[in-house]
């Protein structure tokens, strides 16, 4: 994960706890009681997707998991691999990342932490037709 990143989500948490707070000692700690649903979501949020952002490989597909989100990314449908340092938002703690094209005109971004692995693990269980970033057949 890159360490920006980690702070800008740490810093949405603690600003979240921190509003919780300040309304709790200046207004009422019922209404502190009533925000705490979101407190626990603006809390809870960024350390889910900080614990929770993995990408696994089975036989047939890449499944990408961050906090509650899922996505299925048949290897089958996988058309290119190319890396990428898009900051649009996606599954993907680091701005080092990995842009897959599959399907009809879908996209996702991922960044694994072992990046070479990953690679090699995923050409490894391509059928043959997507490219890669050098432009050879997976």
Do not use: K
């Not at 190319?82 to 842009?99: E, F, G, I, K, Y």
């Amino acid at each position: 994960m890159d360490w920006w990143l980690r702070v800008v989500l740490m810093a949405a948490a603690a600003a979240s706890t921190f509003a919780i707070v300040c309304l709790a000692v200046t207004e009422s700690p019922l209404q502190a009681v009533a925000f705490s649903p979101v407190l626990l979501l603006s809390v809870g949020m960024p350390v889910w997707l900080m614990r929770r952002t993995t990408y696994t490989l089975d036989a047939d597909e890449l499944l990408v998991r961050s906090g509650p989100l899922r996505w299925h990314v048949p290897l089958r449908e996988i058309r290119a691999i190319r890396s990428t340092r898009n900051p649009l938002s996606s599954p993907a703690l680091s701005l080092d990342r990995l842009r897959i094209e599959y399907g009809d005109h879908r996209v996702i971004m991922i960044s694994p932490d072992d990046r070479v692995r990953f690679l090699e693990e995923l050409r490894r269980r391509l059928p043959g037709a997507a490219s890669t970033d050098d432009g050879a057949p997976a």
